[in-house]
């Protein structure tokens, strides 16, 4: 199994800056894509950026210009800069990544598609 650890959330003032990070455990054999997505109260959860494993990224239209994503591949762990934070980017970030677990043999490489347990973000105007 897989298990995506979040960090870095917390409060910040608009304006100002966070970063996140995740790290991906467990019998990983590849990542493709890992990606952070939020949900704010009331609302459903939407992407915010994702990245693939030669770094490509793809970003939604609210942050672009104020949040970069990146990754590490040899730690499986993605980082979301967050600058010029606004009251709206509060909400609970998500991350998520999938790809391929198993042993040392093929035969048990299964696919997985796993999120972590959320880290909030709030920002004050």
């Known amino acids: 199994q897989v298990q995506l650890v979040e960090s870095g959330g917390g409060l910040a003032q608009a304006g100002g800056s966070l970063r996140l990070a995740c790290a991906a455990s467990?019998?990983?054999?590849?990542?493709?894509?890992m990606g952070w997505y939020r949900q704010a109260p009331g609302k459903q959860r939407e992407l915010v950026a994702t990245?693939?494993?030669?770094?490509?990224?793809n970003y939604a239209d609210s942050i672009k210009g104020r949040f970069a994503i990146s990754r590490d591949n040899a730690k499986n762990t993605v980082y979301l800069q967050m600058n010029s934070l606004k009251p709206e980017d509060t909400a609970v970030y998500y991350c998520?990544?999938?790809?391929?677990?198993?042993?040392?043999?093929?035969?048990?490489?299964?696919?997985?598609?796993?999120w972590g347990q959320g880290t909030q973000v709030t920002v004050s105007s």
């Open positions: 467990g019998s990983i054999v590849s990542i493709n894509a």
């Open positions: 990245i693939t494993s030669g770094g490509s990224t």
């Open positions: 998520n990544a999938d790809g391929v677990f198993g042993g040392v043999l093929t035969v048990t490489w299964r696919r997985f598609d796993t």
